[in-house]
């Protein structure tokens, strides 16, 4: 028999709560909660229960936040990484990089035969990293300051500006400009004790503060003038930023300069990372400048207008000489002078170029011109015949010589021999029929002189001088201008008088720079410079021969400029000097001008010197040993041979009723 099935197990029923009575079936009943701990409830009223709150709302409000601040996140890597990449890069590679200016080594100059008269040396500039002088990189509270007190004394600055430096928010700043190699060793030392002490300190366990680690530099030139004040007043000088500050260094900077190059290296705690690219364009060098001058010739000349100009204790003086040929310039010298390489000893009054931008009334060297114009019209030849009173009325002045004489009987040779003024009104009154056309003929000769106009050197600072048109002469000016006051000259255009002479009537601009040798070796000649016929080549030689007479005969006044074996034509002056402080006349202007060999003009040489106060004042007196001095050095160093031929001796004056 198959077996049974269990009894169906019994499954106990939900419990039902207790009644008070105990018995099945009555109604619960309720138990009534206990009140609230620390009160009572209100009568009659059952007390609320308490619900707790749903914490969704929260969530809600806490993801929103979230997603706000995450998109914000989001927004600004875009904004860094998309948007502005190359502006944070460039401000990356701003701050890992370094940049500098690689100075082009300045051209030289040098004079006529190559030898130097302004040159560059090797130079460091001391730069800084400031950003390395905080107290996060150099590791020390006041590092600014302690490294700016180990510098002052090297560099020869003010603490309170180097610290000022140090301490600015760049990457870059320049301590100091062209320093020498000794100043820059003399810091590289001292950085290299400050880096063993900050290693050591390190070692220790110290911060290893190191105050210099952000001083460097960058290698440039130094520009040095071998010979001192030799030419100072032609080359002038460069300023403390490389740049030309006078003279030809001026004029020329561009030339000169070159054009600068660039380093560009990656950079980690003031040091170069090797490894890291780098780019550099390379620099390239100034142009050489070969000038005219001779430095021989320029020594000798500086040397004797010093000398004059202190024993006859004047405010200045110039000397010029000039192949009278090319109308080169073999020299310009002034006195008092300076030395480049020291400007600060030098005085407001040595800076500059005198001998071009000085300005002053030539006095009887001017004649020459005046002359040179009787003779050109054919108003009148050597011999004519001129009778001097020692007095001239004229317009609204009595005229007088420099020294009282009886009526002279002279010859228009012997008006310029013995310097006449009133023989030189006399005979430039017959240029015209008039005063007036006599001032106009003599005003065109004055300018194809060169008088009114610069040189044609182009020189920084040049005067043209002072020349008014004949309309505006007063009365006065039209019997002064011929004998040299009232129109104004440099000493430049008084030696380029002269030896437009000699050139037989041809006036040649004068120069100063012969060429230029470029970076590539190749010298390229100066422009052939401007010539212009101003007499015939008879008046030219007429006028030579007349100028003999003033230092070969016994009644010139240029007999101290006498040279022993050649023939020698020159011109003293002795001009009323303008004070240039305050505008009236005071004082003298001392001059001689002239040239050599007469019977073959090579040199010319011009010298003044204005307002001597101690000895003699007269031109031939203390110029006419200048003009010899540096005229024989002159012939000599050129080696030009003496004459072979007497001068001419022309008639100075006649006897009365010839």
Not at 373 to 402: I, M, S, W, Y
Not at 522 to 541: D, G, H, L, M, N
Request: charged fraction near 25%; include cysteine; charge should be positive.
């Amino acid at each position: 028999m198959p077996p049974k099935d269990p009894p169906p197990r019994r499954v106990p029923g939900p419990a039902r709560p207790r009644s008070s009575a105990g018995r099945s079936g009555a109604r619960p009943q309720t138990r009534r909660p206990r009140p609230p701990a620390g009160g009572a409830t209100r009568r009659g009223k059952a007390p609320r229960s308490l619900r707790l709150g749903s914490p969704r709302p929260r969530l809600r409000l806490v993801g929103l936040g979230l997603t706000l601040v995450m998109l914000a996140f989001v927004a600004r890597l875009l904004q860094v990484q998309a948007v502005d990449a190359h502006a944070y890069a460039a401000k990356a590679e701003k701050n890992r990089y370094l940049e500098y200016t690689v100075a082009a080594e300045r051209g030289e100059i040098t004079d006529r035969k190559g030898v130097a008269l302004a040159t560059s040396v090797d130079a460091h500039n001391i730069t800084a990293d400031p950003k390395l002088f905080t107290p996060e990189e150099s590791k020390a509270p006041d590092a600014p300051q302690q490294a700016a007190a180990l510098l002052a004394p090297i560099l020869g600055k003010d603490v309170g500006k180097l610290t000022e430096q140090l301490s600015a928010k760049s990457r870059y700043t320049v301590l100091a400009y062209r320093q020498t190699p000794q100043v820059w060793k003399q810091i590289k030392d001292l950085k290299a004790v400050f880096a063993e002490k900050a290693s050591e300190d390190k070692l220790k366990g110290g911060p290893g503060a190191n105050v210099l680690a952000g001083v460097l530099q960058e290698p440039t030139t130094k520009r040095v003038y071998p010979n001192g004040g030799l030419a100072a007043g032609i080359l002038g000088f460069v300023s403390a930023d490389g740049k030309g500050g006078g003279g030809l260094e001026s004029q020329l900077d561009k030339e000169l300069a070159g054009e600068d190059g660039k380093i560009r290296y990656a950079q980690a705690g003031g040091r170069r990372v090797p490894t890291a690219g780098s780019s550099e364009i390379p620099a390239v060098p100034g142009s050489d400048i070969e000038l005219t001058i001779d430095r021989d010739i320029q020594w000798a000349a500086q040397k004797a207008i010093s000398d004059q100009v202190e024993k006859s204790k004047a405010d200045r003086g110039y000397v010029i000489v000039q192949n009278t040929r090319t109308g080169e310039l073999l020299a310009m010298a002034n006195a008092p002078g300076y030395d480049p390489n020291d400007l600060s000893q030098a005085t407001s009054a040595s800076l500059g170029n005198a001998a071009l931008q000085d300005v002053y009334e030539p006095g009887s060297t001017s004649k020459v011109m005046s002359i040179a114009a009787v003779l050109e019209e054919g108003a009148a030849t050597p011999g004519t015949h001129v009778t001097v009173p020692n007095r001239l009325h004229r317009g609204d002045r009595l005229f007088k010589d420099d020294v009282d004489h009886p009526t002279w009987y002279l010859t228009l040779n012997g008006v310029l021999a013995k310097s006449s003024n009133i023989g030189t009104i006399l005979a430039t009154g017959q240029l015209g029929k008039t005063q007036a056309e006599s001032n106009k003929v003599l005003y065109d000769y004055l300018r194809k002189f060169g008088l009114g106009r610069k040189t044609g050197l182009g020189y920084p600072g040049e005067s043209p001088g002072l020349l008014a048109h004949p309309k505006d002469w007063s009365t006065s000016q039209q019997y002064t201008i011929p004998f040299g006051q009232g129109l104004s000259i440099n000493a430049v255009q008084a030696a380029s008088v002269y030896s437009t002479v000699a050139n037989g009537g041809v006036r040649v601009a004068p120069t100063l720079v012969r060429g230029a040798k470029g970076a590539d070796g190749r010298f390229t000649p100066a422009e052939a410079p401007e010539e212009t016929r101003v007499v015939s080549e008879k008046t030219a030689k007429t006028l030579a021969a007349m100028l003999e007479s003033v230092v070969d005969d016994r009644e010139g006044t240029g007999t101290k400029a006498a040279i022993p074996g050649y023939r020698v034509a020159g011109k003293t002056g002795t001009a009323n000097r303008v004070d240039p402080d305050r505008g009236v006349y005071k004082g003298y202007t001392a001059s001689f001008a002239g040239f050599a060999p007469a019977d073959d003009p090579r040199i010319t040489v011009y010298c003044a010197i204005q307002n001597p106060t101690r000895g003699s004042y007269f031109g031939g007196q203390i110029c006419g040993p200048i003009y010899k001095q540096v005229m024989e050095f002159a012939l000599k160093s050129l080696q030009i041979p003496p004459s072979g031929s007497k001068p001419p001796r022309l008639p100075v004056s006649f006897e009365p009723g010839e």
